[in-house]
T-cell receptor, first 117, second 115 residues
Framework: AQKITQTQPGMFVQEKEAVTLDCTYD???????LFWYKQPSSGEMIFLIY??????QNATEGRYSLNFQKARKSANLVISASQLGDSAMYFC??????????????FGGGTRVLVKP | DTGVSQNPRHKITKRGQNVTFRCDPI?????LYWYRQTLGQGPEFLTY????????KSRLLSDRFSAERPKGSFSTLEIQRTEQGDSAMYLC?????????????FGDGTRLSIL
C-alpha cells in the first residue's frame, strides 16, 4: 500500500493566486513527521515546511502553510500568492518515528505546478 | 551552511562499467542518506549512515551497489557492472541527529545515464 499519495499529477495556477496541493498518508505510528519539498527543473530538493503529528497548530512558513487534518490523514500544502518561480515539482514526504532507518523519508509521487503569468 | 555537495553532476557510461559518486554532507550533520529518483517519481530510500556506520540498506540496493562513509565525513556510492535500469538521479541528503522534526537537506544530485 502507498504510504504517501499525491493524487494531482499536475496543476496550473494563475500568478498571484493560491494553490492547494493534496497529500494523504498511511501510518500506524502515533509519532511521525510530514515534510514538503520543492524540486525545480534543475533537480535540487528544497525543504519547504514541516508538520509534526503532535503539533496542534498548522505549520506556516512564509507563503507556505500546511492544512493538517490528522483524523483524515491528510497534510495539504497551500502556496499563497503564487509566483512564476514556484513552478516546480512538489513532493510530500513522511518520516515515521519507529523506522529503523534513522527516520528515512518516504516520498509521494509528486505534483507538478506550473504558474501562468 | 555550505550545503550538501555531490559530484559529479552528470555521469554517462556504458553498460557494464563501474561508477562511483561522492557526497559531502553539511559539516555538522552526522546522518547521511542516499536516495534514487527515476523520471517522474519521488525519491526512494537506498541507504543510511550515522557517522561511519551504515545502519540500514533498502532492498533496492542490490549486491552491485555499495556505499561507504569512512571517518563519518563524505560518502561514496559505487555501482558495479551498471545496467540500463540503473539510469536515475542519485540524491544524497544529510541531517542532524535529534527529533523527528529535523529536515533532511539534499544535494543537487548525480544524474546517471547508462548507454
Amino acid at each position: 500500500a502507498q504510504k504517501i499519495t499525491q493524487t494531482q499529477p499536475g496543476m496550473f495556477v494563475q500568478e498571484k493566486e493560491a494553490v492547494t496541493l493534496d497529500c494523504t498518508y498511511d501510518t500506524s505510528d502515533q509519532s511521525y513527521g510530514l515534510f514538503w519539498y520543492k524540486q525545480p527543473s534543475s533537480g535540487e530538493m528544497i525543504f519547504l515546511i514541516y508538520q509534526g503529528s503532535y503539533d496542534e497548530q498548522n505549520a506556516t512558513e512564509g507563503r507556505y502553510s500546511l492544512n493538517f487534518q490528522k483524523a483524515r490523514k491528510s497534510a495539504n500544502l497551500v502556496i499563497s500568492a503564487s509566483q512564476l518561480g514556484d513552478s516546480a515539482m512538489y513532493f510530500c514526504a513522511m518520516r515515521e518515528a519507529v523506522s529503523a532507518a534513522g527516520n528515512k523519508l518516504t516520498f509521494g509521487g509528486g505534483t507538478r505546478v506550473l504558474v501562468k503569468p | 551552511d555550505t550545503g550538501v555537495s555531490q559530484n559529479p553532476r552528470h555521469k554517462i557510461t556504458k553498460r557494464g562499467q563501474n561508477v562511483t559518486f561522492r557526497c559531502d554532507p553539511i559539516s555538522e550533520h552526522n546522518r547521511l542518506y542516499w536516495y534514487r529518483q527515476t523520471l517522474g517519481q519521488g525519491p526512494e530510500f537506498l541507504t543510511y549512515f550515522q557517522n561511519e556506520a551504515q545502519l540500514e540498506k533498502s532492498r533496492l540496493l542490490s549486491d552491485r551497489f555499495s556505499a561507504e562513509r569512512p571517518k563519518g565525513s563524505f560518502s561514496t556510492l559505487e555501482i558495479q557492472r551498471t545496467e540500463q535500469g540503473d539510469s536515475a538521479m542519485y540524491l544524497c541528503a544529510s541531517s542532524r541527529t535529534g527529533n523527528i522534526n529535523q529536515p533532511q537537506h539534499f544535494g543537487d544530485g548525480t544524474r546517471l545515464s547508462i548507454l
